[in-house]
Every structure is written in structure tokens, then in C-alpha cells.
């Protein structure tokens, strides 16, 4: 079975997990507007929008053990 | 107050190994290297993510939260008019249900599945105050669930051994009468408040 899974070169695997670092970065600072919002609609998208971010994150992450160790 | 420091304090905690990570990029890691990567990208921001989810579900369960739409405002005013007359005033003045989440307590059907449908109504709710037609008058999509009112009072003497409760009891449970036909309006607001 491990011999069908090819891992990714280390340019790719760089660019994945570096884009998912960034996009967690983006996703704390974002989410980070419910600590000084009570505005409804503020909540709801710096909420959604950071659990997504941050979830792209741990999808980089996942695919990095995966498939990005040579 | 304290919340919002600790949490503010957790995103530097959790931004501060990301920057590093990025900075020191490797494919072939030492052992130590992808602890250290996991928790950078899932142990700490997984957890600083519960942290503020609990934040912002005890935000949005706040009646001062709830009250900042305009077209709630008459409803949060007849949480304290009218002496204690109906349900919403009895509750709320009489000290019956807490204060700072008194509408999340009283709009927010028992269990999980009533979370999830608070959740559903408040994102509707959301999207029709930014971006919809708000009507003139508001009611309670598919009424108002008794079980609500049953969840706190279904199991008291008080409720149970009522003399005008027992013979509707069955009709009570099964959702046929509710609070409301009896003990209604339940807010003082001049239409629409009690659905």
C-alpha cells in the first residue's frame, strides 16, 4: 500500500504547508476582531471566516504528514 | 474583561510559532522539528479555536447581544415595562431567568438540536437584518415550542400540581396548549409579540 503513495517534491511541499502557515496567521488575526466586536454581523463573518482560514491550515498540515515528507 | 486578555495574550502565543515556522521552512524534519510543527499548525491554534468559540457563544448568548438590533429594541423594553404582567417581565424582574442571557433563555429550544436551531435562526436573523426586508410585525417561525417553557417548569410541583393544570397536562406535552394560550402575551409590545 505505502509503496502507491509518491510524496511531493520539497518545493511543492514547501509552498502547501508555508500557504497554510499563512493562511492561519490570516485566520487568528481575523478571528481575533470577536475580542473587541459585539456588532452581529462582525461576529459572524470574522467567526466564520477564521474557522475557515484556520481549518486550511490544518488541512496543509495533514497533507504535509501525508504526502510532503520525502 | 479578563477573557478578552487572556485570549488576546493566547493569539500572540499562537501567532509567534507560526511566524518562526514559516521563517524555517524544512522538508526533511527531525523528530523534534514535526512535534514542534504540530503544535504550531493544530495543538495550539485547535486550542486557542475552543477558546474562542466559548468566547463568542457567551457573547452571543448575551441579551445586551440579542438587543442590539433596533427591531428589538420594544422587545427588550417590555423586559422591564408594565410591572411584571407578562411572561417576559415576570421572568426577567421577578429574577426567574438570568438577566444577561434572558432571551437566549427563553428562545432556545432544550439540547443540542436547540442549539444548532438557535444558531440557524440567529444566522437567518442576521442575514435579514443586514440584507432582507424586515416585516412590520415579528413572529416565531413555526410558533413557540413549549418545551422550552417545560425544560425549567415540566418536572415542579408547582407546575404539576396545579388544579388548571391537570387537566391539560396531556395536551401540554403533546404541544396542543401551550403557555401562551393561558399566561400570554409574552411581551407587552403592540403586536405580534406573542408568537
Redesign the interface.
Known amino acids: 500500500m505505502s509503496g502507491s503513495r509518491q510524496p511531493a517534491s520539497e518545493r511543492m511541499y514547501r509552498r502547501v504547508v508555508r500557504a497554510g502557515i499563512t493562511s492561519q496567521i490570516a485566520g487568528v488575526v481575523v478571528m481575533s476582531a470577536i475580542l473587541f466586536t459585539t456588532t452581529p454581523i462582525l461576529l459572524t463573518l470574522s467567526l466564520s471566516l477564521g474557522v475557515f482560514l484556520i481549518a486550511l491550515g490544518f488541512l496543509a498540515w495533514l497533507w504535509g504528514v501525508v504526502w510532503g515528507r520525502a | 474583561m479578563i477573557a478578552?486578555w487572556i485570549?488576546?495574550v493566547a493569539?500572540v502565543v499562537?501567532?509567534v510559532p507560526?511566524?518562526s515556522?514559516?521563517s524555517s521552512?524544512r522538508?526533511?524534519?527531525t523528530p523534534g522539528r514535526r512535534l514542534f510543527?504540530?503544535a504550531?499548525?493544530?495543538a495550539l491554534?485547535?486550542l486557542?479555536?475552543l477558546g474562542?468559540?466559548a468566547?463568542?457563544d457567551v457573547?452571543?448568548r448575551?441579551t445586551?447581544?440579542c438587543l442590539?438590533?433596533h427591531e428589538m429594541k420594544p422587545y427588550g423594553a417590555s423586559l422591564t415595562a408594565g410591572g411584571e404582567e407578562t411572561l417576559a417581565a415576570a421572568h426577567y424582574m421577578g429574577g426567574r431567568s438570568d438577566r444577561d442571557k434572558a432571551c437566549y433563555v427563553c428562545h432556545t429550544k432544550p439540547g443540542l438540536s436547540g442549539y444548532i436551531d438557535a444558531k440557524l435562526r440567529g444566522?437567518h436573523d442576521?442575514r435579514v437584518?443586514?440584507f432582507g426586508e424586515i416585516p412590520e410585525t415579528l413572529r416565531i417561525k413555526g410558533g413557540y415550542d413549549v418545551n422550552i417553557c417545560l425544560d425549567c417548569h415540566g418536572e415542579t410541583e408547582n407546575f404539576r400540581d396545579d388544579p388548571a393544570h391537570r387537566p391539560v397536562m396531556e395536551d401540554i406535552e403533546s404541544g396542543g396548549v401551550t403557555c401562551l394560550d393561558c399566561h400570554g402575551p409574552a411581551h407587552a409590545v403592540s403586536e405580534g409579540a406573542s408568537e
Open positions: 478578552v485570549l488576546g493569539a499562537v501567532l507560526l511566524l515556522l514559516r521552512m522538508t526533511r524534519a510543527t504540530f504550531a499548525m493544530v491554534p485547535g486557542w479555536l474562542m468559540f468566547f463568542a457573547s452571543m448575551s445586551s447581544f442590539s438590533c444566522l442576521v437584518h443586514y
